[in-house]
């Protein structure tokens, strides 16, 4: 299977079709989220990016790093506890909607 895809990139070149691509010539953007998704699934949320949708993942996830945040600067005991519990439900949520992208994806 990578032989064909490196053929057919190699094809493409050679026609000429990948001269002028949006880009061409840049560094690729920095994506430091891609970290925690495979490679498959960061070029899908690029794409999905790009058209103006944000699945329900990544909407999570930024919402998981600002309560993390929000938790760092807290110093009251029960306001720290309380922040803890809303992390907890946000790492939950963002779980349970990893495992339904993931079984979707293999029907």
Do not use: W
């Amino acid at each position: 299977m990578r032989n064909l895809i490196e053929r057919q990139i190699q094809k493409a070149r050679l026609e000429g079709r990948l001269d002028g691509l949006e880009g061409e010539g840049k560094p690729l953007p920095e994506h430091p989220e891609e970290a925690y998704v495979s490679t498959a699934d960061a070029a899908g949320f690029r794409v999905m990016a790009e058209a103006g949708v944000v699945p329900e993942e990544i909407q999570i996830k930024k919402l998981i790093t600002a309560q993390r945040e929000y938790l760092a600067s807290l110093t009251d005991e029960a306001a720290r506890k309380t922040a803890m519990a809303e992390l907890a439900k946000l790492e939950m949520r963002y779980g349970i909607a990893t495992e339904a992208r993931k079984r979707f994806m293999k029907e």
